[in-house]
């Protein structure tokens, strides 16, 4: 198996739409660890760390969002750090 952990930043109507909540959602489902955080600026900002295939499907399931999302972009970092483990966190607004 191959660990994929990467840092995400996906703008556009994010925020007010339920994306957090989709976002975990989707997480758990693929089995990924990491969180999910908006931004003060309007973006969600989030880690997801797992299997390599199942980090590459929840960000193309990040490009559409959930229904209401309008998604402009998402910015997509690879971390070289260890991967994060334990459960998919929604943390407070930074």
Known sequence: MTVRTVHVTI??????VGYRAWTEREAIA???????RNRRGGAVEAVFSGEAGDVAAMLAA???GPRLARVIAV???DLAAAAETGPFL?????
């Open 11 to 16: 703008s556009g109507l994010v925020q007010g």
């Open 30 to 36: 693929l089995g990924l660890s990491g969180w999910v």
């Open 75 to 77: 910015d997509v970092d």
């Open 90 to 94: 929604v943390l407070p607004t930074a």
């Open 62 to 64: 990040c490009s559409a």
